[in-house]
């Protein structure tokens, strides 16, 4: 019997190349399988070429570099006023990702996996578009924004497992630029809203361990009511952690239970790649709530769930 290719794509452009890695190597070190690895960029500097070659030779694993041309982007330039043009990167997914493959995962590349995510493959998608996280409670005034039926989940779209026959099928329809070009002027759209109108009621919805952001941290978690049953295990037993938000661990100043875990595998990677690490800092009111939120959190993990992390 001919075993499934696991296929795993991300998105990056020339600044995101260490946060790539950094969540790559997480990926790999958790995980015994050989994934079949796309980076979907535009217009890749040489130097950054070279990093992801080193890295492909140390660690035996091919990255198969899926370019596009940023003029194709050009006419996005009137989201910026929100988002980069670049978050829409992964809508080209089902025109740029072999014909061959049906399923891959998508995953952002502001995470770091924590434990083995091969389960993510097993989870059948035959008659959904994609399956993800439910986002924040927030995402009830999105569904209102995007005109989303109530009962259709409106996911986060950092971990995504993807029917690519679905989404072809929506790239040969024009689905995804036909609803940005109607409401763009209407409210700043992302890449989750067109994703989740596109696809309502075509969502499966899978565990918040697979996509923990950094709503999940705090006195008063920011989750659905579902999710709050499930904290004990997100805290206990993570699989993914998501750096949503301004709380990035290559800033400095902010405070996450995984930031030292995640300079640990930048340090590595930039020592054998020869990569400068980011250097980027934040203001000291910041630095002073990021930390009081953080004392909080601690607090409530103990009282609550009797969790010493």
């Not at 940023?70 to 829409?88: A, I, N, V, Y």
């Not at 700043?188 to 899978?206: E, H, P, R």
Request: aromatic share 14%; charged share 25%; net charge positive.
């Amino acid at each position: 019997m001919k075993t499934e290719q696991k296929s795993i794509v991300f998105v990056a452009d020339n600044n995101y190349i260490l946060q790539f890695l950094v969540t790559l190597q997480s990926l790999l070190d958790n995980n015994n399988e050989n994934f079949t690895i796309f980076l979907i960029t535009c217009e890749l500097s040489e130097e950054n070429k070279q990093h992801l070659t080193k890295w492909e030779n140390n660690n035996f694993t091919k990255i198969n570099i899926l370019q596009i041309d940023s003029s194709e982007l050009d006419w996005l330039k009137c989201m910026e006023r929100t988002w980069s043009r670049f978050m829409f990167l992964k809508l080209y997914i089902p025109y740029l990702v072999p014909k061959d493959i049906k399923k891959i995962i998508y995953l952002d590349v502001d995470m770091l996996i924590v434990d083995n995510i091969t389960n993510l493959f097993n989870i059948n998608i035959n008659n959904y578009a994609l399956a993800a996280v439910e986002d924040t409670p927030d995402c009830i005034k999105h569904k209102k924004r995007c005109n989303i039926p109530e009962n259709s989940p409106y996911i986060n779209s950092g971990v995504m497992i993807l029917n690519l026959e679905m989404w072809r099928q929506a790239a040969e329809n024009d689905l995804f630029w036909s609803f940005i070009k109607e409401n763009s002027k209407k409210f700043a759209i992302n890449d989750q809203d067109v994703i989740n109108y596109v696809f309502q009621n075509k969502i499966k919805t899978i565990p918040l361990r697979f996509n923990v952001t950094n709503h999940c941290f705090g006195f008063k978690p920011n989750v659905l009511p579902y999710h709050k049953k499930q904290l004990k295990e997100v805290y206990q037993h993570p699989a993914i952690i998501h750096f949503t938000n301004w709380n990035k661990p290559w800033i400095k100043g902010n405070y996450h239970l995984y930031k030292k875990k995640w300079q640990e595998t930048e340090k590595k990677i930039c020592n054998i790649y020869s990569i400068s690490p980011i250097q980027r800092h934040t203001t000291l009111k910041h630095r002073l709530v990021n930390v009081s939120k953080y004392i909080l959190w601690k607090i409530f993990i103990i009282i609550k769930y009797r969790i010493w992390i």
